[in-house]
């Protein structure tokens, strides 16, 4: 049989307290894969009808395959059955909803009705009274007509007449005023010409409205700017009674001993974990290390609360029939219903319990992003989003809790944070909604760490007393007086070799190798290869051409057989003119000869 649907979230209760906010995409995909649940049940049911080859499952139909035509005909009819169920199931959950809005306006019919029902206590109070006056006035006229017919012995009749009547008015006023437990009797009140039936009586009324409004108008003492001391009668206040405090806007109630604020924050913190699920995982121990190397041990005394969100989807806690997942606090671990996919983002928030927490405040501020979001942008500055509290120095990517369109944002992955800028890895659409909470401790930035106490007994070299007794004497120090034996009150010395590793320490500092900055020439010696230059020595040196020849006798370099290369004529004394001459050979005569050239014509 296929299963109802079950309602999720309400989104009634959401759009109440969220107006201007779209609905949460988690609970949205929570609703949607609620219904598809249901829709694949029915599809698995159709796979199961008709074989893969087409033809009809062993016992559905009969022994023989169907006809090709008959059974397109017949899947198309299942499709059309699946689809018109689907569609049905989405009626369902509107209905539900709208089931629900209902329910809402029922409850605000019932609040009013039961102001109305104090109205008509005031009002029943008033008739009964009223009733009352009426019984006087009927027992005063029974007594009149009593004394008449003691007088006038002549209308006896009429006398018993009129005293009949006065005692049927008598007892219907006593039924009307106070009978108990049921409606009056039937023909109770013909006597005051009232017909009918299902008539209940004043004090059948009052009951009714004593037990709907007494006890709690016992209990709220009403609207004051002080705690009160007193009850309005005076008497001392009863546990659990409460008052409205005009001057801070809180409601408050008394524990015997002092008055308390109904909405007082508590200390809490919470540890999350991350999973990536392998292939139909369903078991998730925490003292598996997660994605991020952390793991958490759950303590049996004390349960801590826990949420479990897959791929950004919070999932119910299962619930005697219903829900998605079971705990165990013995072994911290979580164990789903349903078998998991590859790749399945798994989150854990286990909130910590107070008597975890060390000590310290954590201040927590509503953030906003100052650029406007238009589906290309990444980076973002961020600002208070009312304008107070400290400037925003975001330290780790985990002080800050990001929901882009309902779903929460994995730190480190889905976005970075530092100082008072926020990138994320994919750019929020333009109509996207964005909600930011930065925590940070009270005096200083970042979220404070919980932190577990060292027992006293754990603690070594502590005082015999604590707090300890001043001045301390020698003796109260362990081992002091044998450490101080043996050293001087003054100034004393001591050989390298009773300072640990001096020598050492000395060697290489001295060592040139470990040396640094520079050394003037004048302090370096000649060694056995390599020799120090004198400025002379360097003057002569630097005089050299690059490329000279090497040094030669004088009559080597000067003779005219060891030079290269030629020499102008001109330079050569005692050539004669004949010597000087140009000479051109050939049959045709040169075009610009000079004096003296000689031309030789081989024509």
Not at 107 to 129: F, G, R
Request: charged share 20%; net charge negative; glycine share 8%.
């Amino acid at each position: 049989m296929l299963k109802i649907i079950r309602r999720v979230f309400s989104f009634t209760d959401w759009g109440q307290s969220h107006p201007n906010a779209p609905p949460p995409g988690d609970m949205l995909d929570a609703q949607f894969d609620e219904i598809i649940d249901r829709v694949d049940v029915w599809e698995d049911r159709i796979r199961r009808a008709v074989t893969p080859e087409g033809r009809a499952g062993p016992g559905t139909v009969g022994l023989d395959a169907l006809d090709d035509n008959f059974r397109k005909y017949l899947e198309e009819m299942l499709r059309d059955s699946a689809r018109d169920i689907a569609f049905r199931l989405s009626e369902y959950a509107v209905a539900a909803i709208a089931a629900e809005k209902r329910a809402l306006e029922a409850e605000k019919t019932a609040v009013s009705a039961a102001a109305q029902a104090k109205i008509t206590e005031n009002a029943l109070k008033t008739a009964e009274s009223r009733v009352l006056t009426q019984l006087n006035r009927a027992d005063r006229h029974f007594q009149e007509l009593s004394e008449k017919t003691a007088t006038f012995s002549a209308p006896q009749a009429l006398g018993e007449e009129f005293h009949g009547y006065s005692e049927a008015w008598a007892r219907s006023s006593a039924l009307w005023a106070e009978h108990m437990p049921d409606t009056l009797p039937d023909n109770a009140l013909k006597g005051m010409d009232v017909t009918g039936d299902q008539h209940w009586s004043s004090k059948w009324w009052a009951s009714k409205a004593a037990a709907a409004f007494g006890a709690l108008s016992e209990l709220y003492l009403g609207a004051h700017p002080i705690p009160p001391s007193s009850t309005s009668t005076g008497d001392p206040i009863p546990i659990g009674a409460i008052y409205y405090n005009t001057e801070t806007n809180q409601m408050y109630v008394w524990d015997g001993d002092s008055w308390e604020s109904m909405t007082q924050p508590q200390r809490a913190a919470t540890a999350t974990l991350w999973y990536s699920a392998t292939e139909g995982q369903t078991v998730f121990p925490f003292a598996a290390m997660d994605l991020n190397g952390r793991n958490y041990t759950m303590d049996i005394d004390i349960t801590e609360g826990v949420d479990a969100h897959v791929n950004g989807v919070k999932l119910m806690p299962r619930d005697v029939s219903e829900g998605d997942w079971t705990l165990d606090p013995a072994t911290s671990t979580v164990t789903f219903l349903r078998p998991l996919r590859s790749g399945d983002i798994v989150s854990f928030d286990i909130l910590m319990a107070n008597e975890k927490l060390g000590p310290g405040a954590v201040n927590s501020w509503s953030l906003a992003l100052s650029e406007a979001k238009d589906g290309t942008r990444t980076t973002f500055t961020l600002l208070m989003e009312d304008g107070s509290g400290p400037a925003v120095t975001v330290v780790k990517n985990e002080e800050l809790i990001v929901s882009l369109d309902g779903v929460i944002q994995e730190p480190g992955v889905s976005y970075n944070a530092s100082s008072a800028t926020i990138v994320f890895s994919q750019a929020p659409g333009a109509d996207s909604w964005v909600f930011i909470t930065w925590f940070r401790s009270e005096g200083g930035t970042g979220v404070m760490a919980p932190t577990s106490g060292v027992d006293w007994a754990d603690i070594t070299g502590k005082p015999s007393t604590f707090p300890p007794t001043l001045p301390i004497a020698q003796s109260g120090v362990t081992n002091l007086v044998s450490d101080l034996a043996g050293k001087a009150a003054s100034v004393h010395t001591h050989t390298t070799a009773q300072v640990t590793g001096l020598d050492t320490a000395l060697a290489s500092g001295l060592a040139r190798a470990n040396h640094t900055g520079t050394q003037t020439a004048d302090t370096i010696t000649d060694g056995t290869t390599n020799k120090a230059f004198l400025a002379t020595e360097r003057t002569k040196l630097t005089g050299i051409a690059t490329g000279a020849t090497a040094n030669s006798a004088d009559a080597t370099l000067l003779a005219r057989a060891n030079h290269t290369g030629t020499q102008a004529s001109s330079t050569i004394t005692g050539l004669g003119t004949a010597a000087a001459r140009n000479i051109f050979v050939g049959t045709t005569a040169p075009g610009s000869p000079a004096t003296n050239d000689i031309w030789i014509d081989t024509t």
